[in-house]
């Protein structure tokens, strides 16, 4: 942070969402604890340093690949694409999406979580119809793939 103009960092001063569901009281106390302990310290150090501080939507951040955009899978400290079929070092890969939420025009800060998985879904959607179609002859080698995304369905 040193020599760093901007930091980038998630917004955490939301509720924690479990499968299984914790008492109000601990949810409230782990929420303050975050938000006062967390936001605190980087607010702070980036005030004392002489940097911005932009906080950005967490919503997905550890569950996208930061290549393709595609959803994935996260098992302890790895992350694994589903489309791409790597796998990557899960802080960061999150941390490369965070900073890229940083520019992102369609994802703001309060945006709710079910819409900014719709708008990561027709991306994805998206770079996946662009693609050629997976076929072994030549004749339809360069032949696009003609499949609707979910946005174009949902506006029927």
Not at 46 to 54: I, N
Not at 64 to 79: E, I, K, L, N
Not at 89 to 112: E, K, M
Not at 133 to 141: E, F, K, L, R, Y
């Amino acid at each position: 942070m040193d020599e760093a103009a901007t930091v980038v960092a998630e917004d955490l001063t939301k509720r924690f969402t479990s499968r299984r569901k914790l008492p109000k009281n601990m949810n409230r106390r782990l929420a303050a604890w975050t938000k006062g302990v967390t936001a605190e310290a980087l607010k702070s150090v980036s005030e004392r340093r002489g940097s911005a501080l932009v906080l950005v939507n967490a919503a997905y951040t550890s569950q996208t690949c930061h290549q393709c955009g595609a959803f994935g899978r996260r098992s302890g400290d790895r992350f694994h694409c589903t489309r791409c079929g790597v796998v990557w070092q899960a802080d960061v890969n999150a941390a490369i999406n965070i900073l890229h939420r940083a520019g992102d025009p369609d994802i703001a800060l309060h945006t709710p979580h079910q819409r900014v998985k719709q708008i990561l879904q027709d991306r994805t959607d998206r770079h996946r119809t662009r693609l050629p179609v997976q076929d072994s002859s030549p004749a339809t080698a360069g032949r696009r793939a003609n499949y609707p995304n979910r946005s174009a369905m949902s506006n029927e």
